[in-house]
């Protein structure tokens, strides 16, 4: 497994790590100790060394099982965290420095560690980017000794460059061949100010491995399911606010490009050919998906010729649905 630089944090990272919202089950399912621990066996025999996650994963389980996991390994473990969601409710004047040390120390307590590796805001409302007061409280959470660096994970490539003007290590955002809108200027800006990317939603919901039709069954629990028109939070969470019968043309064409019915290892290696990436961190609800998204690491490059095919079927299908609303 191939490292990368996590910007100003200066860690070496796998260019893959492991995303959990969906740790130890599929979205909506009970949640299932045994295989969350297997699927982080699976990531750390593998070179996985980073980790993904939030507070609010799985009830605050998600943390409690990385936490069980991390305490017998000698090879230490990049864990990112977020926070922010919890509030109830959500809204931009709850995100004070209070609340969220409140919200760290719970985090420490889960994880079982004395300081977090980073710690991210949850894609809190947009007017939160520009809360200097949080930000200043931020840098006294860091000087207590509870988080050694801090970020965001954002919504709207815009909050990303409104938060650098802060003092962040890190921003996590939707990247994949459905959300080219980073490219325009957000990883310029990325490079520039060392600041480590998280490539999140990697492959749209699932649309992007191919395995989806239009007789795709999802369960009444799964986002995918009752949130495809931003019922319940940001429509970009659910196949990456694409339209799914739109998206279903758009993988079919890709299929038609890189000639293959499983896309998940291509659309993986797709993000990794942008060098401002610093690691991506597709999910999975069973060890098996663990290998299945490691293959992307040991593929050959995409060819300049293929990349340029990628953005013609985003222009064709994409483009005008997706690219101005985030």
């Known amino acids: 497994m191939e490292k990368r630089r996590f910007g100003k944090t200066g860690a070496m990272v796998s260019e893959i790590g492991l995303g959990t919202w969906q740790l130890g089950g599929k979205w909506g399912d009970n949640f299932n100790e045994v295989e969350a621990m297997n699927i982080l066996n699976t990531a750390y025999e593998n070179g996985i060394n980073f980790i993904d ?31 922010g969601r919890g509030l109830d409710p959500h809204t931009a004047e709850r995100y ?70 802060y003092n962040i290590a890190a921003i996590e955002v939707i990247f994949n061949m459905f959300r080219l809108k980073p490219l325009d200027e957000l990883f310029k800006k990325t490079m520039e100010n060392d600041i480590g990317v998280i490539a999140r939603v990697p492959l749209a919901s699932g649309l992007l491995t191919g395995k989806f039709s239009e007789n795709t069954v999802f369960g009444e629990k799964d986002h995918r399911f009752y949130n495809r028109n931003g019922e319940f939070f940001d429509k970009g969470e659910t196949f990456s606010g694409v339209d799914y019968k739109t998206g279903l043309q758009a993988v079919d064409e890709l299929k038609r490009v890189f000639k293959t019915e499983n896309l998940s290892p291509i659309a993986l290696c797709w993000i990794l050919m942008h060098e401002a990436v610093s690691t991506v961190i597709p999910g999975a609800s069973r060890k098996e998906q663990v290998i ?35």
């Open 292 to 326: 299945s998204n490691i293959v992307a690491a040991n593929i050959p490059n995409l060819t300049s010729e293929q990349m340029n095919e990628v953005e013609k079927i985003y222009d064709k299908y994409i483009r005008g649905i997706v690219h101005n609303l985030w």
């Open 53 to 83: 996650t939030a507070d609010i994963y799985n009830y605050g389980k998600s943390e409690e099982m990385i936490g069980k996991f991390i305490k017998d390994k000698k090879d230490k473990l990049y864990i990112t965290t977020k926070c």
């Open 96 to 165: 004070t420095g209070e609340n969220m040390e409140k919200f760290i120390d719970g985090s420490l307590k889960r994880l079982g560690v004395e300081k977090l590796d980073m710690v991210l805001l949850h894609c809190p409302p947009t007017s939160v980017y520009k809360k200097d007061e949080l930000f200043s409280a931020l840098d006294k959470i860091k000087e207590k000794g509870k988080i050694a660096n801090y970020g965001v994970s954002i919504e709207k490539v815009s909050e990303g460059l409104q938060a650098m003007e």
